[in-house]
């Protein structure tokens, strides 16, 4: 079995930067693409940014220039940097992992961390 389990959320001020922490463990042989999502509440949870195991990445168009996804393959990590954070980023925001362990592949989901923008 895979745990995801995220970190860093926590209340800013409009402007202010968060980092998110992603930490996998579990019987896992490699991970191949990571994501964060997020879900406001009433709303459906969407794709913030992607990255691949070669490190190639995507973002939705809110969050261009201002979210960096990043990656640490030696310690199973995933990170999200949030900068300019403005008031239509509060959200859960979650981990997503697609992981091959010793006998599958499957995608899992972190609890979620929870971004607070104070303007």
């Known amino acids: 079995q895979v745990q995801l389990v995220e970190s860093g959320g926590g209340l800013v001020q409009a402007g202010g930067s968060l980092r998110l922490s992603c930490a996998a463990s579990?019987?896992?042989?490699?991970?191949?693409?990571m994501a964060w999502y997020r879900q406001a509440p009433g709303k459906q949870r969407e794709l913030v940014a992607a990255?691949?195991?070669?490190?190639?990445?995507d973002y939705r168009d809110s969050v261009k220039g201002r979210f960096t996804i990043s990656r640490d393959n030696a310690k199973n990590a995933g990170y999200l940097q949030m900068n300019s954070l403005k008031p239509e980023d509060p959200a859960v925001y979650y981990c997503?992992?697609?992981?091959?362990?010793?006998?599958?592949?499957?995608?899992?989901w972190g609890q979620g961390t929870q971004v607070t923008v104070s303007s």
């Open positions: 997503n992992a697609d992981v091959t362990t010793t006998g599958s592949r499957a995608n899992y």
């Open positions: 579990g019987r896992i042989r490699s991970i191949n693409a």
């Open positions: 990255i691949t195991s070669g490190g190639n990445t």
